[in-house]
């Protein structure tokens, strides 16, 4: 997987069961190419429903895991079909070339300047921010003045509600947890209902960081 084609937004899938997590990617037909999943490995059955889901809908969706955190992490999830791979914390050198060798999109976590530099070094294709609501959406584009423009996304605390200001100060990608969801929606499976929250989301920031 390229980074190219990495889309804009990822829906955090942690704790779901497997008919939320197939309702959710039901909702998506249309927006392939606006939304990622991540599928958390503290979900049980997470690699299961990686696979699952994968061979389901992997053809049009981009499906991944989250909440990696060990090399032994990183081969369960890519054996499993993951396309990409994000944690809440810095990957080690080995984690990242294991992910890069499979072709698989690595996105390691950061919270300093200092770590998001190394991350890059090491060879990330993308560094999580996070968690974002602590640092603030100024601090996307505080730090990348000294540092250039980086591929960087924000998570932990985005919401519909403040999407928009996020990306508008530098966030090329963002995260997005069951808040974004009526739980009510999830709790039905109700594909429509999520489907509207994610048109939600897209107007929300339309022209926006683009």
Do not use: W
């Amino acid at each position: 997987m390229k980074r190219v084609d990495y889309p804009r937004f990822t829906i955090i899938m942690r704790g779901y069961t497997f008919q939320q997590a197939d309702a959710i990617l039901t909702a998506m037909k249309g927006f392939e190419r606006e939304f990622a999943v991540e599928m958390t490995l503290n979900t049980p059955d997470a690699l299961r429903q990686i696979r699952q889901l994968t061979e389901k809908y992997g053809d049009s969706i981009y499906i991944g895991a989250g909440t990696v955190r060990s090399i032994k992490d990183v081969k369960e999830s890519i054996q499993a079909g993951a396309q990409f791979l994000l944690g809440p914390h810095t990957f080690t050198q080995e984690m990242l070339d294991y992910a890069k060798q499979h072709q698989v999109l690595s996105v390691p976590a950061a919270m300093t300047p200092s770590e998001i530099n190394e991350m890059f070094d090491r060879g990330a294709d993308i560094v999580k921010v996070f968690p974002a609501s602590v640092v603030t959406p100024r601090f996307f584009k505080d730090v990348q003045a000294p540092l250039g423009k980086l591929p960087l996304m924000g998570v932990g605390g985005i919401s519909i509600e403040n999407a928009q200001s996020f990306l508008s100060n530098g966030a090329s990608y963002l995260g997005l947890g069951s808040g974004m969801f009526n739980k009510n929606d999830l709790a039905h499976f109700d594909s429509d209902g999520l489907a509207e929250s994610m048109q939600k989301l897209l107007s929300s920031v339309e022209g926006v960081g683009v």
